[in-house]
């Protein structure tokens, strides 16, 4: 970086990592494992470009086996040595000068399918011609995304992108696409767009040098393979020649394949940035939504598309809270459990708050700052300050409720929705539109039918009980969480990568869509669809082991869940636990736990031994069967409903919740200070510190056959009155949400 750049780092990744992370994951293979075994390869990486100079590319095809790989890529082989990835927001400014340019974020989304936003291949492009030296953009010869750089690797030759990836550079336009007729493209062809590349090179002449730069894309639907390995990797690994490598895509598109969703579905993944995505069955571009075509499909198939919807404030805003208001991810996710839906038992006096804190997808791209509101009035705080991690939280899940509704009143997602999940129908749909009009709503928010029907959840913030119980409330829909996550959560429940010996969703998805490859290459027969030829794969292999859960420890290690059955984060509270009976027992923790807390000790859950690499993703069996439970199951803690505390924190103004031994929790209570705060726990002064209690994440409740067979674990349920308390809060949310991207306040 040079001198003149701010304090604050985007984050960058040098190009010689992914060479030195592949000469890595080849020697530990290779020292364990008969790699002629291995019969096809995939793989993914983040949504990041690779620039090559223009002077020194290696022949790709004829590397040295005797050295490793990123000996025979030094630092002079690129052009810009360090490159920004998708959560890097300086290229932000860059995509909305391109969006004005071609008239907004309407017609650019009718165009090439995306309005701005920050991780376009065209902004960052742009960004690099105006901000970096003049020689960075003169001495480049080859411009590729991460995915394909790696599949270069593996091939050893050059692969191109696939046109998922293509679509979402905002260069692109789909073949689909009846909006933009160019003439001189075939009808039905997918091509590169002219006028967004001259945008990006700042004239005719260097737009069709961008465009000789990205090269041509694989429009085969990545049905067909890239190739197989390299002389480099048979001489030196000692891989059978006829391995053949799959396309490589792009990392979220690739955890979405791993989770093989059916129609009505919507994946959700929690990170650095929180993405929803949901099949789609028609291509209908608009600024609402990203829409990218299907990775893994074949050519004689009807077109499938995957729609997209993210935030940018996601990990970060959590983060942030949780160090402002509470000592450890525990005690926020127990503070999100024990506090009421809105911030407040009262239906008039709910609480809300917006965390901007960088630039995000329309319609918030100039929007930053943190917003609260009270009664519906901009205020600074909340006077019960208890209120922010789950009014952050309901903001962010509300956030991809509304845009959903929003998404799916334009027939992108056809017309497959679920006919009920509850056996209570919806009380109010029937509304007119002059009802909705009342509301300041296009939706229907108590009518839960064009919904999700299932949730697949992944990412560290999946591992909190309350916000798996969050996420099935405002969606009216079961929850459900890979077991490889569950066991991993067990070592390390606030980290989205997985523990050690655990696989990635990411790594998964490859795996499977190169079983999917080869099997089509080699004319194994099986199904063309990809989601249903691996589901005929997996129901194989359950039928075959008499119901053997996956093993989700690649060491073989014995799974932490034991049946898929039982109440999910035992010390972690239930998700609205008021007026609403049944199954919602009480707050707090027994007497024996409480003691516990106070004395620092906890109870963890076991987990697998770890190890180096070994096994594979279908191995041993296990001893695991499926527990049928009897009745609905949610995230719950017990009883400190009656406990008190001596804290003198003063009642809540904004609403009343019991009472809770603040520093056991690890959070401090308002105005006190730590000697304070002891003295008031009985111990006369005495300052005795205690080690806040560790996070317990979700554990499976009694799942399905048809679920378990996939690696999915139910996590949470569905609650028609939860959803119902929550719809009436999505008229005030929007028309907040409303005041504060339009900066009305």
């Not at 790989?69 to 391109?98: E, Y």
């Not at 979402?168 to 007729?181: D, I, P, Q, R, S």
Request: glycine residues 10%; neutral net charge.
């Amino acid at each position: 970086m040079r001198a003149s750049c701010p304090i604050w780092q985007p984050p960058y990744v040098p190009a010689l990592t992914r060479p030195r992370d592949i000469d890595a994951l080849l020697e530990k293979l290779h020292r364990n494992y008969d790699l002629t075994k291995i019969k096809a390869i995939g793989g993914a990486a983040q949504h990041a470009l690779v620039w090559w100079k223009s002077t020194t590319v290696p022949s790709l095809s004829s590397l040295d086996p005797h050295v490793p790989l990123h000996s025979q890529f030094p630092a002079q082989t690129f052009s810009l040595p360090n490159t920004p990835v998708a959560q890097d927001t300086s290229s932000q400014t860059h995509g909305l000068a391109i969006e004005a340019l071609l008239g907004g974020p309407d017609h650019m989304a009718a165009r090439v399918g995306n309005c701005a936003n920050a991780s376009m291949v065209a902004a960052q492009l742009l960004r690099v011609r105006e901000t970096w030296p003049q020689e960075v953009w003169a001495r480049t010869g080859r411009v590729q995304l991460a995915s394909a750089f790696m599949g270069s690797l593996i091939t050893g030759k050059w692969t191109s992108m696939g046109e998922a990836e293509a679509c979402a550079t905002g260069a692109w336009v789909h073949g689909a696409n009846h909006n933009a007729v160019s003439p001189g493209h075939t009808a039905g062809q997918g091509y590169w767009d002219e006028g967004v590349l001259d945008i990006v090179g700042g004239s005719r002449e260097e737009g069709r040098r961008v465009r000789g730069w990205l090269g041509d894309v694989d429009v085969s639907g990545g049905s067909r393979k890239a190739g197989n390995v390299s002389r480099y990797l048979v001489e030196r690994y000692g891989f059978d020649p006829d391995t053949i490598v799959a396309p490589f895509t792009t990392d979220y598109l690739a955890s979405y394949l791993s989770q093989l969703p059916s129609p009505g579905d919507a994946v959700i993944s929690f990170g650095p940035m929180d993405t929803l995505l949901a099949p789609a069955q028609h291509y209908i571009p608009t600024r609402l939504y990203n829409l990218f075509p299907h990775p893994a499909q074949d050519t004689n198939e009807k077109r499938k598309y995957i729609a997209v919807l993210t935030s940018r404030n996601a990990d970060v805003p959590r983060a942030l809270v949780r160090d402002m208001y509470t000592k450890s991810w525990s005690a926020f996710d127990r503070l999100v459990a024990i506090v009421p839906p809105g911030g407040s038992i009262g239906l008039d006096d709910k609480l809300f708050s917006f965390w901007h804190l960088q630039p995000d997808a329309y319609p918030f791209a100039r929007v930053k700052g943190i917003y609260r509101f009270e009664t519906g009035i901009k205020v600074n705080e909340f006077r019960d300050l208890r209120a922010n991690p789950r009014c952050l939280l309901e903001s962010q899940i509300l956030a991809f409720r509304v845009k959903w509704s929003h998404m799916i009143s334009t027939g992108v997602l056809g017309t497959s929705r679920k006919a009920s999940v509850s056996p209570t129908p919806p009380p109010f749909s029937g509304r007119t539109n002059s009802a909705l009009s009342s509301l300041g709503l296009s939706f229907d928010p108590y009518d839960h039918s064009p919904l999700p029907t299932r949730i697949l959840a992944t990412g560290a913030a999946a591992n909190f009980p309350s916000v798996a119980n969050l996420v099935g409330d405002i969606f009216n829909a079961p929850v459900f969480v890979p077991l490889t996550q569950i066991d991993s959560a067990q070592v390390v429940p606030h980290r989205n990568a997985p523990a050690q010996g655990y696989p990635s969703r990411v790594a998964l998805g490859g795996a499977y869509l190169a079983r999917w490859v080869w099997s089509r290459e080699w004319g194994t027969g099986g199904l063309g669809v990809f989601e249903d030829e691996m589901k005929r794969l997996l129901g194989k292999r359950w039928v075959s082991t008499g119901g053997t859960l996956l093993r989700s420890n690649i060491n073989g290690a014995t799974s932490a869940v034991t049946g898929l059955g039982g109440s999910s984060g035992a010390n972690s509270g239930t998700s609205t636990p008021y007026g609403h009976p049944g199954s919602r027992l009480g707050l707090g923790n027994t007497d024996e736990e409480i003691e516990n807390e106070r004395n620092g000790r906890s109870v963890v859950g076991a987990h697998g031994n770890l190890g180096v690499i070994g096994g594979g993703v279908y191995g041993a069996a296990f001893n695991e069967t499926i527990a049928i439970g009897q009745s609905r199951l949610r995230t719950q803690t017990n009883s400190t409903a009656d406990s008190s505390t001596s804290s003198g924190m003063p009642p809540s103004s904004a609403f009343t919740t019991p009472d809770l031994a603040l520093s056991n929790l690890g959070i401090m209570a308002p105005g006190l200070s730590a000697s304070s705060s002891t003295q008031t726990n009985g111990n006369a002064g005495a300052a005795t510190p205690t080690t806040p209690t560790p996070l317990t994440p979700v554990v499976a409740l009694a799942t399905s056959d048809a679920e378990a067979q996939l690696g999915l674990a139910k996590v949470a349920e569905p609650d028609v009155d939860a959803f119902m308390t929550y719809a009436s809060i999505v008229p005030e949310y929007s028309r907040l949400e409303t005041m504060v991207f339009k900066g009305i306040v």
